[in-house]
């Protein structure tokens, strides 16, 4: 039984069923953890911390009033009325009882590591990450967040509930803005060589039995952003053979910069720009945990992940929308 408010709680503590505390992200990555899937840990910041902040500062009425003005095919006047929104959620005083909450949580994530240690901080709204509607893409996502920087990143993901396209699509899908909230996951940062996607099933063909996998260089912000062209894969899933291997010319890559920690686009080395990323090996890894994650979901999953000296993890799996029935 939880206790009435619930500000912070790690992945192992939840389940697919936890979307209105820890949000699609969040209770995917709960549900992955209880699986015993390979995730990097850490844990979610929950919906009843943003509804808190928003009590304690009394901010809801002039969410609501903005809110209530704003007419979505103006693109103008959507992004004016977005930037006011996250303006007063930015301005929002962090209550002390949150605040803590975070660091201390962080501090346990960290005893384990060599400080300084780096985390994702990604947003994950109550109603995203469902089967009948995809809501990708449309908050923010900060990567190689050290301490200083952690609460001010996780109060720019609760304002990002409010980006321009985040509010138009709720509106065209007929979601209720004031019923729809946000969690933060805080979770170990991978310092990926490489990394990309993963879709259990042909999005494009909606072939079942194939898995497509792209890959880049580093962080995988290049292939989840469209930025880098990926090495594409298309893959057999019963018998793991590769059916097509498209290796890309990759001139740039994401990684972190071992001076500021921060988060920087390079140029790839020479002798990697047209050299395959993933080996075979790699790929029949990537294969068995997307078969492992389909099973366990039941359905066609779109996954993130990233590989780390000879470790694969896994960053989250959401189901794949938009596939034509046949």
């Known amino acids: 039984m939880r206790a009435s408010l619930v500000y912070v709680t790690w992945f192992e503590e939840l389940t697919k069923r936890d979307i209105a505390l820890a949000g699609g992200k969040g209770a995917n990555l709960g549900e992955m953890a209880c699986a015993g899937l390979p995730i990097p840990p850490g844990f979610v ?4 911390a943003y509804q808190h902040l928003l009590k304690e500062n009394r901010t809801r009425r002039d969410l609501a009033r903005l809110l209530g ?4 095919d103006d693109q103008e006047q959507l992004k004016l009325q977005s930037n006011r929104i996250r303006d007063i959620i930015m301005k929002c005083r962090v209550p002390v009882s949150i605040n803590d909450a975070i660091l201390g949580n962080y501090k346990k994530l960290s005893e384990h590591a060599t400080p300084p240690v780096f985390v994702a901080v990604r947003s994950s709204a109550t109603a995203e990450d469902l089967s009948g509607a995809s809501f990708a893409g449309q908050q923010d996502t900060y990567l190689n967040v050290c301490a200083e920087d952690l609460i001010s990143s996780v109060q720019r993901c609760w304002s990002s509930l409010f980006t321009p396209r985040a509010i138009f699509y709720r509106e065209k899908r007929g979601f209720d803005h004031n019923r729809v909230s946000m969690a933060v996951i805080v979770q170990k940062m991978i310092n990926a060589d490489k990394a990309g996607v993963m879709f259990t099933v042909n999005p494009v063909t909606c072939e079942e039995n194939q898995i497509i996998i792209e ?3 580093g962080l995988g912000e290049g292939v989840v952003s469209g930025t880098i062209t990926p090495d594409h894969y298309v893959i057999d899933k019963n018998a793991g053979k590769i059916v097509t291997a498209v290796v890309a010319s990759k001139r740039i890559m994401f990684v972190r910069d071992e001076t500021t920690g921060k988060t920087i686009e390079t140029k790839v080395p020479q002798e990697k720009v047209d050299a ?3 080996t075979e090996q790699e790929l029949r890894m990537l294969v068995e945990l997307g078969n492992q994650v389909e099973r366990h979901y ?3 999953q779109d996954v993130e992940w990233a590989i780390e ?4 993890y896994l960053l989250q799996s959401r189901p794949v929308t938009g596939l034509k029935k046949t």
């Open 276 to 278: 395959q990323i993933l």
């Open 215 to 217: 890959a880049v260089w």
């Open 45 to 48: 910041v929950t919906s009843q």
């Open 298 to 300: 039941g359905q066609p």
């Open 69 to 72: 003005k704003i007419e979505v």
């Open 309 to 312: 000296r000879e470790n694969v």
